[in-house]
């Protein structure tokens, strides 16, 4: 089945840092990659889908410029989390499907704490 | 953003017990997924239904789409300890290929 690896599975860094996270398709190649928020207790947030070779789409009230978003190949995405603040710690997951139509399969996501 | 109707919240079980949960919405979906969230890892898809009135089994595990496009049951039958962990339900609407989530569900199982 289609397998998403995400890394790093955990990062703890000082304010002000940016952070990078990847996520990749490992035996499939996908066009579209999803970015989600989660906070403890909570559902999944979406954030931004991921276009390969073009520019991300936002979710209403996610900043642009303080997620950005890279999806240079068919297999590779990955979110910068610009200037972190401890208000971004949280449970970042990335999903994909290996095509139209398909269920999405999530990565195992990354624990972020901002000191 | 929209979400999905998930109940219950959460569900305290005996091992072996049968468990239901059920997912609703005001609008209509042309897919529905469940998947399972063990903590600190990503969901794990369980059951994906793309048609009106599909029922689907994964084991013990059994869902529906249901007849209207609007709502959607997971069971899962005699519960056993590895059960436990937070179930969400996601809908997918038409050509959108974007995931709507419900709250989740968190089942307990005592031994």
């Known amino acids: 089945g289609a397998v998403v690896s995400q890394h790093p599975s955990r990062v703890i860094c000082k304010s002000g840092t940016s952070v990078k996270i990847e996520c990749r398709s490992l035996d499939f190649q996908a066009t579209t990659m999803f970015w989600y928020r989660q906070f403890p207790k909570q559902s999944l947030m979406l954030m931004a889908t991921?276009?390969?070779?073009?520019?991300?789409?936002?979710e209403q009230g996610v900043e642009k410029d303080k997620f950005l978003i890279n999806h240079a190949s068919l297999t590779l995405s990955t979110l910068t989390v610009t200037s972190a603040h401890p208000e971004d710690s949280s449970f970042y997951i990335c999903s994909a499907s290996d095509r139209g139509g398909q269920p999405q399969h999530f990565g195992d996501g990354t624990r972020l704490s901002i000191l | 953003g929209q979400q999905l109707n998930q109940s219950p919240q959460s569900m305290f079980i005996q091992e072996g017990e049968d468990v239901s949960m059920n997912c609703t919405s005001s609008s209509i979906f042309n897919t529905w997924l469940w998947y399972k969230q063990d903590p600190g890892e990503g969901p794990v898809l369980l059951i994906a239904l793309y048609k009106a009135g599909e029922l689907t089994s994964n084991g013990r595990l059994t869902a529906q789409f249901g007849i209207t496009r609007k709502d959607s049951f997971l069971n899962i039958s005699a519960s056993i300890p590895s059960d436990v962990g937070i179930y969400f339900c996601a809908g997918r609407q038409g050509g959108s290929e974007k995931l709507v989530f419900g709250k989740g569900t968190k089942l307990t199982v005592n031994p």
């Open positions: 991921s276009n390969e070779g073009s520019k991300a789409t936002y």
